[in-house]
């Protein structure tokens, strides 16, 4: 079945009855191509961790959906891979988003968060995504990687257009990944001449110093994968998150009423409106079976991380926003070994950002007229969000 408009437009009414009806469903992918959908928590959770699921390509067979191409420069990322190279290449950049990393970053999270919203005045409109969920957490994972700011204003559109490509610009997705490589290896080259006390000079070392840990096009991709995806992640959960407040003000009075329930809240903001509809399609390695259903090996098989967080068989009631929900187990960040490796940053970018949001804004609420989703089947993300804030001013 050919479900892609409507999987971009109402994916919950879609996945609800695509749920209900069975756990498994055989779909044709963005390119045209087959893949098989699971959509059942239980079924989801489990292939995450299985084994047989490879993330590689080169056990796709020839006719099936098999996902962004990209050059292997850049392909050559934890995203495509299984052990042993995928334990060796996240044991290597681990160390960079560990919780107790993270909560280093906190303090200068703030200050940027801060600073963001110092810029807006104490009232008006503004949008959103534009104005502090996106610059939010490319500052920071700009900073962590040691990219100079003027080298960040492209970055936005880039990763649009390889998540969400415009079907009247089909060119635009190689131009963006184009330009991508070339940024990655100057910047790469400035880090070697240039090195400094960041990550990228970091992984730059290992690569120079033990060829036999890091390849050329392991470092390029590593550097890609911990740009797009560190910021893809947060700005996506940052302005679900809001967006979800404004539709439920009791959600949002009963935040500002508590502050301290905002980390539980976020996880509820995770499983309600996740950044991911879809994971990174699998290919088994070996007929299997999903939900009842022989998946041959060589097929995609596309886990639906939305659908599975809204399964009532695990999140009663879940078409429902409760942040005093136990929404522990939910998938929107992955489970199993390919779990999302910036998951702490991601979690504490959006603590951060709502915090410092509602601390300065007593009043806010949305002003559109309607709004716009990302057009991609994978990720869920606002293309705008107008909104209209009072409150007390720059931090001082």
Known sequence: ???????????????????????????????????????????????????????????????????????????????????????RLRRLVGRAFTPRRVEQLRTPIRATADRLLDALGAQGTTDLIGAYAAPLPITVICELLGIPESSRRDFRSWTDALVAPDPSRPQAAKEAVAAMLGFLAELLAHKRRSPADDLLSDLIGVRDAEDDRLSEDELMSLAFLILFAGYENSVQLIGNAVLALLENPDQMALLRQDPSR?????????????????AIRRFPTQDLKIGGTVIPAGDTVLL?????????????????????????????????????????????????ALAALLDRFENLEFAGAGLRWRPSMRARGLTALPVRYAGTGPAR
Request: glycine content about 6%; charged content about 25%.
């Open 1 to 87: 079945m050919d479900l892609a408009d409507d999987l971009i437009t109402r994916p919950y009414d879609v996945y609800r009855d695509l749920r209900t009806a069975s756990p498994v469903h055989r779909i044709t992918g963005t390119d045209g191509q087959p893949a098989w959908l699971v959509t059942r928590y239980d079924d989801v959770r489990a292939a995450l961790a299985d084994p047989r699921l490879s993330l590689d390509k080169a056990h796709a067979r020839e006719g099936n959906y098999r996902g962004l191409a990209l050059p292997p420069a850049l392909d050559a990322n934890l995203l495509n891979m299984d052990p042993p190279d995928h334990t």
């Open 262 to 278: 905002i980390a539980d809240a976020v996880e509820e903001f995770a499983r309600f409106e996740g950044p991911a509809l879809l």
């Open 304 to 352: 639906s991380l939305s659908a599975a967080n809204r399964d009532p068989d695990r999140f009663p009631d879940p078409d429902r926003l409760d942040i005093s929900r136990d929404a522990a187990g939910h998938l929107a960040l992955g489970h199993g070994i390919h779990y999302c490796l910036g998951a702490p940053l991601a979690r504490a970018e959006t603590e951060i």
